[in-house]
């Protein structure tokens, strides 16, 4: 079974930058399309981005999308999420998730199989 964790999280001013890791261990994890999700307190889980299986395909939710860039290095088995100008309404749990073998991928968390347990981003001065 993949297992998926995430690291990278902390806090953060507004404006400012993180970049968070979503990593797999005895798994290849280029056989999987990867998604963020983040939820904040009180609000349901949303999709931020997602990455698929070969990489040729990305796509971001607007309330990021020109601040966000998702990657994936195969050689270290991790995806990345390079988060910039940080806004406190970005303040959530990101969680990264997979699914095998996708050629486009999508941001509804139903889709996905495998979660890792989640990193906390908190934006604020």
């Known amino acids: 079974q993949l297992q998926l964790v995430e690291s990278g999280g902390g806090l953060v001013q507004p404006g400012g930058s993180l970049r968070l890791s979503c990593a797999a261990s005895?798994?290849?994890?280029?056989?999987?399309?990867i998604g963020w999700f983040r939820q904040a307190p009180g609000k349901e889980r949303e999709g931020v981005s997602c990455?698929?299986?070969?990489?040729?395909?990305?796509a971001y939710a607007d309330s990021v999308k020109g601040r966000s860039t998702i990657s994936r290095d195969n050689a270290k088995n991790t995806v990345y999420l390079q988060m910039n100008s940080l806004k406190p309404e970005d303040t959530a749990v990101y969680y990264c998730?997979?699914?095998?073998?996708?050629?486009?991928?999508?941001?509804?968390?139903?889709?996905?199989?495998?979660w890792g347990q989640g990193t906390q981003v908190t934006v604020s001065s």
């Open positions: 005895e798994f290849t994890l280029d056989n999987y399309a």
């Open positions: 990455i698929s299986t070969s990489g040729g395909s990305a």
């Open positions: 998730a997979g699914v095998y073998n996708q050629p486009m991928c999508v941001m509804t968390p139903t889709d996905y199989d495998y």
